[in-house]
């Protein structure tokens, strides 16, 4: 079971210690619950430390609860912590800005402990929705983004198909043109119209998207993950790697793979 880091930020020492006791007591093992007493201090836990949820009051001296939850999200943070608002006040202007600001929760105290374990739950499911997104955009091709593959016609849609199930292999454009019953020229022409890129350039953005995802899902060498993208020698997967990404394998995953990965994905063993 993963183990989630909780930051409780409130001035009020009986209610930052009362909710640090409620998640302690009830959480199963299953939550770090860290206090700050003020927004300063907040902010200092942040830039240390990898939060899952942040729950802080509205009214705080100097940095408000919406005013920490703000600077959180300005703070270009990889793995964005869930936000949940407490108040002492049912105020609508501070729920609309709760909303603006994307923050999964506002709670109104006194806070009972059944309806603060629902929110935290609901605000860490939420959180890694949004992670997760987040590293997928980050693992997404931008050009192949830019390809709207639900117009296309079904010989370049059969094509596509074959590229998914093949990237583990060697093929080139005949061999894909074969298997669909195309004349290799027209078929490449009937690519490059259809898809805005040639059919070259289109199998070697999906194998290196693939391979993104292999470095950070999985603990796989970097000459494994270049034999399961279908390149024969890692000298050109290097090569390759680096004119699109503008890094190399081993460069990308030490800077993305801390911050991206999911401690919950499955990681394939190596064989």
């Not at 020229?185 to 292999?214: N, P």
Request: proline share 3%.
């Amino acid at each position: 079971m993963r183990t989630y880091t909780i930051l409780i930020v409130d001035d009020e020492p009986k209610t930052r210690q009362g909710l640090q006791r409620m998640l302690e007591s009830w959480g199963d093992g299953s939550y770090r619950v860290l206090t700050a007493d003020n927004g300063h201090a907040a902010l200092e836990v942040l830039k240390e430390r990898e939060i899952d949820l942040l729950i802080t009051d509205i009214r705080m001296p100097e940095i408000s609860g919406l005013s920490l939850a703000g600077q959180v999200e300005a703070m270009g943070l990889t793995r964005k912590p869930a936000v949940v608002l407490v108040s002492g006040y049912a105020e609508f202007d501070y729920a609309q800005q709760a909303i603006q600001l994307g923050v999964v929760n506002y709670l109104l105290k006194p806070i009972g402990k059944d309806k603060l374990l629902a929110a935290v739950e609901q605000a860490l499911q939420a959180g890694e929705k949004r992670n997760r997104m987040s590293m997928m955009h980050r693992i997404a091709d931008p050009r192949l983004m830019e390809t709207d593959c639900s117009s296309v016609s079904k010989p370049v849609a059969d094509a596509l198909l074959y590229v998914d199930k093949h990237l583990e292999q060697v093929f080139g454009l005949r061999e894909v043109a074969d298997a669909i019953q195309l004349n290799p020229s027209y078929f490449s022409v009937l690519f490059k119209e259809q898809m805005r890129m040639t059919f070259s350039e289109y199998v070697t953005r999906r194998k290196l998207q693939r391979a993104k995802e292999l470095l950070l899902r999985t603990k796989l060498s970097v000459a494994e993950i270049a034999e399961r993208t279908g390149y024969q020698t890692i000298k050109y997967f290097h090569k390759l790697f680096k004119e699109y990404e503008g890094c190399s394998p081993g460069q990308y995953r030490a800077e993305m793979a801390e911050s991206d990965s999911d401690p919950e994905q499955e990681q394939e063993t190596q064989k």
